[in-house]
């Protein structure tokens, strides 16, 4: 089955720098990747995705990259927020199910 | 719109006792999923519902834990004498048929004493 590896497990930035997060799976059938964000006792919340035909997309201060030779992907946070502080998760759908990574936990210190 | 909503927002039951878990999809959406997460990780599926049936129940522990979604849009996750180990926040997300952007529930807390 699909495995998914998140590093680091917690991160620390300055307010404005850059924040990056980095996966890798497993199973090369892994068609779509999702980024969700957590905030303490809230829902997760879909805040970029990709998909396996593309190697790069953004949406503002966010952005993700592919490689799919590698089996590796990654969120990039630029000019990172206090409001940016949360536990950010990765995941790889395979068939139906998505496959979590453990999580990173995001500090922004102002 | 509404989103996904899971009632109760937080259970404590007793060791043995049986639990029923509930989740309201965004409405049209016709795939509902369950995930179970433990603190400190990330969530783990349980069961993929296409409509009224069980596409994908590989996710389940046991057969203590079951779920069902009769009319094809609510759902009920149901647990059989529950365990201290059970004790997690149980997510439910649902999707557009053909798409794969999963949308979250605020969970249920789950607390087996």
């Known amino acids: 089955g699909e495995n998914v590896e998140q590093h680091p497990s917690t991160l620390s930035v300055q307010e404005g720098d850059s924040a990056v997060i980095k996966c890798t799976y497993s199973?090369?059938?892994?068609?779509?990747f999702p980024w969700y964000k957590q905030e303490l006792g809230k829902r997760p919340q879909l805040i970029i995705d990709?998909?396996?035909?593309?190697g790069e997309k953004k949406d503002q201060r966010i952005a993700v990259t592919l490689n799919k030779t590698a089996k590796h992907f990654s969120l990039h946070i630029t000019e990172t927020q206090p409001e940016d502080s949360a536990v950010y998760f990765c995941?790889?759908?395979?068939?139906?199910?998505?496959?979590f990574g453990a999580g990173t936990i995001l500090r922004v210190k102002s | 719109g509404a989103g996904v909503s899971q009632t109760p927002s937080n259970k404590v039951t007793e060791k043995g006792k049986y639990v029923e878990l509930r989740c309201d999809p965004i409405?049209?959406?016709?795939?509902l999923y369950w995930y179970r997460q433990s603190l400190g990780q990330g969530p783990e599926f349980l069961i993929y519902?296409?409509?009224?049936?069980?596409?994908?129940d590989s996710g389940l522990p046991n057969d203590r834990f079951f779920a069902v979604r009769p009319e094809g849009s609510v759902s009920t996750l149901k647990i059989q004498r529950t365990e201290r180990g059970d004790s997690a926040v149980y997510l439910c997300?649902?999707?557009?048929?053909?798409?794969?952007?999963?949308?979250f529930g605020p969970g249920t807390r789950l607390t087996v004493l």
């Open positions: 997300a649902s999707s557009l048929s053909g798409s794969n952007e999963q949308f």
């Open positions: 199973d090369s059938a892994s068609n779509y």
């Open positions: 990709i998909r396996s035909n593309v």
């Open positions: 995941a790889a759908l395979r068939g139906n199910k998505l496959v």
């Open positions: 409405s049209g959406h016709t795939a």
């Open positions: 519902f296409q409509g009224t049936g069980a596409a994908d």
